[in-house]
T-cell receptor, first 117, second 112 residues
Framework: DAGVIQSPRHEVTEMGQEVTLRCKPI?????LFWYRQTMMRGLELLIY????????DSGMPEDRFSAKMPNASFSTLKIQPSEPRDSAVYFC???????????????FGPGTRLTVT | AQSVTQPDIHITVSEGASLELRCNYS??????LFWYVQSPGQGLQLLLK??????LVQGIKGFEAEFKRSQSSFNLRKPSVHWSDAAEYFC??????????FGAGTQVVVTP
């Protein structure tokens, strides 16, 4: 398997523009996570899905952020409108549920570095 | 409260020397604990995990970690570091809401 695939790897946009980040999880994984990493706040979980259904979106900063998972092999994270404070590295990760009933063994994509000017 | 603390923000170690990274957790039951590594410009990669049983856990890249319930710790060790071990290391706890809680990370610098 190619691992978790994210696109684009880098995105530079102007404030107010819509940004869409894409993720393809590892085939067979039933959990998908979106994280944001900044120097100030570290690694933050934004939202996660189980079997394509959003389970916890309490980490989504505000209504400007939305995420979808239309099928098991694709997810998007959209920011509309974008603001300079959204500049960060956004990671997608996927996982499976272990026999212990947890999904902590997560496989991370390479990330999308977003810069909003 | 469920949380993970990594007391050391930054550690410098000489190549060939031993390395120990500290991790303390707060959790009411037996925790599921993980160590991840992030190389520059990369995503996180799982080094090892602890669920139950043997308290000394072996991972990839020559790393091991020891779970000590009495000290609420899960420290990561490597006997002899290589220059390629320079990275940021994250300890994480799988919490009761089904999410990984990450520590703030420890940046490891390896000197010649």
């Amino acid at each position: 398997d190619a691992g978790v695939i994210q696109s684009p790897r880098h995105e530079v946009t102007e404030m107010g523009q819509e940004v869409t980040l894409r993720c393809k999880p590892i085939s067979g994984h039933d959990y998908l996570f979106w994280y944001r990493q900044t120097m100030m706040r570290g690694l933050e979980l934004l939202i996660y899905f189980n079997n394509n259904v959003p389970i916890d979106d309490s980490g989504m900063p505000e209504d400007r952020f939305s995420a979808k998972m239309p099928n098991a092999s694709f997810s998007t994270l959209k920011i509309q409108p974008s603001e300079p404070r959204d500049s960060a590295v956004y990671f997608c990760a996927s996982s499976f549920e272990s026999l212990a009933g947890e999904s902590g063994e997560q496989y991370f994509g390479p990330g999308t570095r977003l810069t909003v000017t | 409260a469920q949380s993970v603390t990594q007391p050391d923000i930054h550690i410098t170690v000489s190549e060939g020397a031993s390395l120990e990274l500290r991790c303390n957790y707060s959790y009411g039951a037996t925790p599921y604990l993980f160590w991840y590594v992030q190389s520059p410009g990369q995503g996180l990669q799982l080094l090892l995990k602890y669920f139950s049983g043997d308290t000394l856990v072996q991972g990839i890249k020559g790393f091991e970690a020891e779970f000590k319930r009495s000290q609420s710790s899960f420290n990561l060790r490597k006997p002899s570091v290589h220059w390629s071990d320079a990275a940021e290391y994250f300890c994480a706890l799988f919490d009761s809401w089904g999410k990984l809680q990450f520590g703030a990370g420890t940046q490891v610098v390896v000197t010649p």
